[in-house]
């Protein structure tokens, strides 16, 4: 059986079958280049409408970030958040719930797929600067028609189920896509919470001519004014309580005022305005950011003083801001004296003094006296010119400023103290033995011509004498010249005493006692002697008589 032979393959079939490899590969790259660039396109078209948005308002996002919506759920309210526009395929935006955030929409999520509508991207603003208020939660209803007159208008999500959206809220970028495509037409935006620090806004009437694209939707700024009030100001009087005029304040912030648009409206530190109260004592600033301030007293009112501290103010969102003033207790300028007895520290009534412009004026009785209706840029003397009987003083006279400002050495209200005082001497009369003070006996005191100046009954315990001049004094006892004896008495304020001795009845009784008693130690000492003697001359007769007997 002959073996089949093997066909030899030729050099064209060789080369034939190279060639359909080669192409099927070349066709395989072109094919991969044709997806990639398919695939760029539609990741740059992509990025061009997810910033093209975010640019035009200042929304934080990233190219890459895949924006998310958030259903938010409760019991009366079904309401959407978008910052990205919806994936419907062009018929409405919709997204999952909490657990399955940013949801891919299918392009036949709604029946209609809305080519003659228009997507709607809404972001809040300052209505004073333009910039975007990057805030959360900012609550929306949406109307047809001018004013709203055509009624609430509820959108849809349809996907993974139809949700209806009577409310629409802001993201923290302070914007929202609404949930679906509307048809053209007048609309109607209804604020229902503005962001804090700003007024409610006014219904937004907007219309919708041609149809927009999530890519390139149709933009709506819905603006806030930002809240402002008055400072209030009140001057009253910090004694009577009544009502004081015609001062000025200056108005400073005391931080960085700052609204949720990121702008600063006013430096900490800077000066915004000026209060002039009226001569009611009530004044206000022109409207101011909401935020802290402080009042500088710039003018004070006649014949007060300027207040040196800084006085805390607020504005706020209040719209009882006259009822909530800030009540500014005012000083009088004044010169308060007291003048007390040196050594009691007792109030003393009826000093005169004269001050500056003012006269003669008199302390009451608790040794006060107060100066008010000071003049500024003035100095004024004071002068104790008369004092009670029997007072004297070493007091001189004052001198006081009132500065520009109304202060007198930096403070609305200067206190002098003065004191006066009365020679007081204490006179205590002793025995001459036993130091104890004498009753029993009369005392006078005599000035240097003689005069009587004091009399009293001795009783045992020391004697004040008051008001006396200072010199030279005697002390007299029981009317007998000869028994005088000197007191020098000093212009002193302090207690002066002096301590004299005197024989009393006592004294001599005990004198006589003693002398008898040692008479009779004497006389008795002698007879003892005298005794002994005796005795001892008895007994050597005894002695001698029986040395002779043996």
């Not at 003083?393 to 103290?417: E, F, M, P, R, W």
Request: aromatic residues 8%.
């Amino acid at each position: 059986m002959k073996r089949p032979r093997k066909r030899k393959i030729s050099e064209e079939d060789y080369w034939k079958s190279a060639t359909d490899i080669m192409a099927g590969v070349l066709l395989v790259i072109l094919l991969v280049l044709m997806l990639l660039l398919l695939y760029l396109t539609q990741l740059n078209k992509e990025k061009n409408k997810n910033t093209s948005v975010a640019d035009a308002y200042g929304i934080d996002y990233e190219v890459g970030d895949d924006f998310q919506t958030t259903t938010i759920y409760n019991e009366h309210l079904n309401d959407h958040q978008y910052d990205e526009p919806p994936n419907d395929g062009g018929g409405g935006g919709g997204g999952g719930g909490d657990d399955d955030p940013g949801t891919e929409i299918p392009t036949d999520a709604h029946p209609d797929e809305g080519h003659d509508k228009a997507a709607v991207f809404v972001t809040i603003v300052d209505e004073e600067t333009d910039n975007v208020i990057k805030k959360d939660g900012v609550l929306f209803e949406l109307y047809a028609d001018k004013n709203g007159t055509g009624g609430l208008q509820n959108l849809h999500t349809y996907y993974p189920e139809k949700i209806e959206y009577k409310q629409y809220k802001t993201t923290k970028n302070g914007t929202f896509y609404l949930p679906e495509k509307i048809t053209r037409g007048w609309y109607s935006f209804h604020n229902l919470t503005p962001p804090a620090g700003y007024g409610k806004a006014e219904n937004l009437d907007f219309e919708v001519t041609e149809p927009a694209d999530w890519p390139e939707p149709y933009l709506v700024k819905i603006p806030f004014s930002p809240s402002k009030n008055h400072i209030f100001v009140r001057n009253i009087d910090s004694v009577t309580k009544k009502q004081v005029g015609d001062e000025v304040y200056e108005v400073y912030a005391s931080e960085d005022i700052k609204t949720l648009d990121g702008t600063v409206r006013y430096k900490s530190g800077q000066k915004v305005d000026e209060i002039k109260c009226d001569k009611n004592g009530v004044g206000s600033s022109k409207k101011l950011y909401l935020g802290k301030y402080y009042l500088s007293q710039k003018t004070p009112a006649q014949y007060y003083a300027r207040n040196l501290t800084k006085i805390d103010a607020e504005v706020k969102l209040t719209d009882t801001a006259e009822k909530n003033a800030v009540v500014v207790e005012c000083e009088k300028t004044q010169i308060t004296l007291t003048l007390n007895d040196e050594y009691s520290k007792e109030p003393i009534k009826d000093g005169e003094y004269t001050v500056t412009d003012k006269g003669a004026l008199k302390t009451d009785a608790n040794g006060m006296l107060t100066v008010t209706d000071l003049d500024k840029d003035k100095e004024y003397t004071i002068t104790l010119n008369k004092l009670p009987e029997p007072y004297r003083t070493k007091a001189t006279n004052v001198k006081l400023t009132v500065d520009k400002d109304g202060n007198i050495q930096g403070s609305a209200v200067a206190a002098v103290k003065q004191t006066a005082y009365i020679i007081r001497l204490t006179i205590d009369v002793k025995d001459q033995i036993f130091g104890n003070s004498v009753s029993g006996f009369t005392f006078r005191l005599l000035n240097s011509k003689g005069d009587v100046v004091d009399e009293w009954d001795g009783n045992g315990s020391d004697h004040l004498t008051e008001g006396i001049e200072p010199g030279d004094y005697m002390l007299e006892t029981n009317g007998d010249s000869s028994s005088q004896k000197k007191i020098t008495v000093r212009d002193q304020s302090g207690m002066q005493s002096f301590v004299t001795k005197t024989w009393t009845t006592w004294d001599t009784v005990l004198i006589i006692g003693c002398a008898l008693g040692a008479a009779l130690l004497i006389f008795i000492t002698i007879r003892v002697i005298l005794y002994l003697r005796k005795r001892k001359k008895k007994v050597n007769g005894q002695q001698k008589n029986t040395v002779e007997k043996k």
